[in-house]
């Protein structure tokens, strides 16, 4: 199978920045995506890379590195509803259409 | 609609029961996806249409598990003889035409309890 590994829990202060690694180890790789969580809603969008670098938008950043399997989420000036979980999912083979999952990371913001 | 759509919200079963869970996806989208996730987990693949024709079925995890899409719309996820094991949230997805770049648009899910 393929693993895809993310922390479980982090805890951030509202303002602060959070950074959550993503790692992976796949039988291929033609992309990576992030996804917000809040409970009991549906999984939204954050971001998308399948080339290395960082891709900013707003708030949120994401980095990949392909040759280390690795890629993390940077949340800025964390504010409370950012407190969710945050998904890594990996697209194995090009023209596969699924997502392989992590377990995803709950963030929590404190005031 | 504006989202995805998914019906019943909560569906509570005896074991042995057959369910039906029902999603309505983005109007014109043409890929749909469903997933299983179990508490603390992330989503498990299930299956995969585009329009009505359902390409891959690959994480069903038994033949107890029958997905269903006849006009390319409306998709029903159905489960026979249900099991506890079987107690999860069963997300649906839709994407616009399927390309592998695309984002999926999720809806909230069905929780399913099987008692």
């Known amino acids: 199978g393929q693993n895809i590994d993310q922390p479980t829990e982090m805890t951030a202060t509202e303002g602060a920045i959070v950074q959550i690694n993503c790692t992976y180890q796949?039988?291929?790789?033609?992309?990576l995506f992030w996804y917000q969580q809040h409970a009991g809603e549906a999984p939204t969008f954050l971001s998308y890379?399948?080339?290395?670098g960082l891709e900013e938008k707003g708030r949120f950043s994401s980095f990949l590195s392909r040759s280390k399997g690795y890629s993390y989420l940077l949340l800025k000036e964390l504010q409370m509803k950012d407190s969710a979980s945050y998904l890594c999912a990996v697209r194995v083979r090009l023209g596969d259409y699924k997502l392989s999952f992590g377990a995803g990371t709950t963030v929590t913001v404190r005031a | 609609g504006a989202g995805v759509s998914q019906s019943p919200r909560y569906k509570v079963a005896k074991r042995g029961q057959d369910v039906a869970l029902r999603c309505d996806p983005i109007?014109?989208?043409?890929?749909l996806f469903w997933y299983q996730q179990a508490l603390g987990q992330g989503p498990e693949f299930l299956t995969y249409f585009q329009n009505e024709a359902q390409l891959d079925k690959s994480g069903l995890p038994s033949d107890r598990f029958f997905a269903e899409r006849p006009e390319g719309s409306v998709s029903t996820l159905k489960i026979q003889r249900t099991q506890q094991e079987d107690s999860a949230v069963y997300l649906c997805a839709s994407s616009i035409s399927g390309t592998t770049n695309e984002k999926l648009f999720f809806g909230s899910g069905t929780q399913l309890s099987v008692l």
């Open positions: 796949t039988s291929g790789f033609n992309g």
């Open positions: 109007s014109g989208h043409v890929s």
């Open positions: 890379n399948v080339l290395d």
